[in-house]
């Protein structure tokens, strides 16, 4: 019997996923990072939609992400489910985003300093709306 192509990423989705967590319990590396984001309630997501056009996570899974569009960990396996690839390689002209970072005081100085280059960069109107949860 022959698999069709999403049960094959669907698959491989879970594998990798599966693995990072089997990774992660053994120390604090950057898959173990990334597992541990912590995702905003619904209520945050449809206020910041609502009121400033938001539709788009910069850190994000295809098990946690509330808009269709995010950046994740993974491209080649998260890009099915509709993932952008790795947020320091996104580099949008213009929109809302939502970012939430994992707790890593390197990955969230990376981050700022990716989203001032952004706004730098930008002729366009760009909103970031930024959330770090402790």
Do not use: W
């Amino acid at each position: 019997m022959r698999l069709h192509k999403p049960l094959k990423v669907i698959n491989c989705y879970f594998y990798v996923y599966s693995l990072c967590c089997l990774i992660g319990k053994k120390g604090n590396n950057i898959i173990s990072i990334f597992l541990c984001v912590a995702g905003l309630p619904v209520t945050v997501f449809e206020s910041i939609q609502r009121n400033f056009g938001v539709t788009f996570e910069c850190f994000s899974s295809p098990l946690n992400c509330y808009f269709r569009q995010y950046c994740s960990l993974f491209p080649d396996t998260d890009g099915y489910f509709g993932s952008r690839g790795s947020f320091f390689n996104f580099h949008p002209i213009s929109g809302s985003f939502e970012v939430n970072p994992p707790l890593s005081e390197d990955i969230i100085e990376a981050a700022i300093t990716h989203i001032e280059e952004l706004l730098g960069k930008s002729v366009f109107l760009l909103t970031v709306c930024f959330y770090q949860l402790y």
